[in-house]
């Protein structure tokens, strides 16, 4: 399985991006993805995960962020709105197969700042 993330950038504070991870490789085998990020200085995070039947979104995100998926293109998103300063980090698509093995995409920067 590959993931190739993409969408990162600079924005101003207030401001909108969207995420895209595309899968490739053996997509069928697939349980989940999710969104992580790592911002500097600290650990990787969750920032949002399937969870039963819902979504989990990490409290300083919630309200602010999406998550959703485009089953034709194997692809998720993490549409990312009113972004602050703190959500500045490197954000990372992650796969968890039905197997239980685990990928990480490459991550794109995301850069909230005036």
């Known amino acids: 399985v590959q993931l190739q993330a993409s969408g990162g950038g600079l924005v101003q504070p207030g401001g909108s991006l969207r995420l895209s991870c595309a899968a490739s490789g053996r997509v069928f085998s697939i349980d989940f993805m999710d969104w992580y990020r790592q911002a500097p200085g600290k650990e990787r995070e969750l920032v949002a995960t399937p969870s039963s039947g819902s979504t989990y979104y990490a409290d300083s995100v919630k309200g602010r962020f999406t998550i959703s998926r485009d089953n034709d293109r194997n692809t998720r998103y993490l549409q990312m709105n009113s972004l602050k300063p703190e959500d500045t980090a490197v954000y990372y698509c992650?796969?968890?197969?039905?197997?239980?093995?685990?990928?990480w995409g490459q991550g794109t920067q995301v850069t909230v700042s005036s």
């Open positions: 992650h796969a968890v197969l039905k197997n239980r093995l685990e990928y």
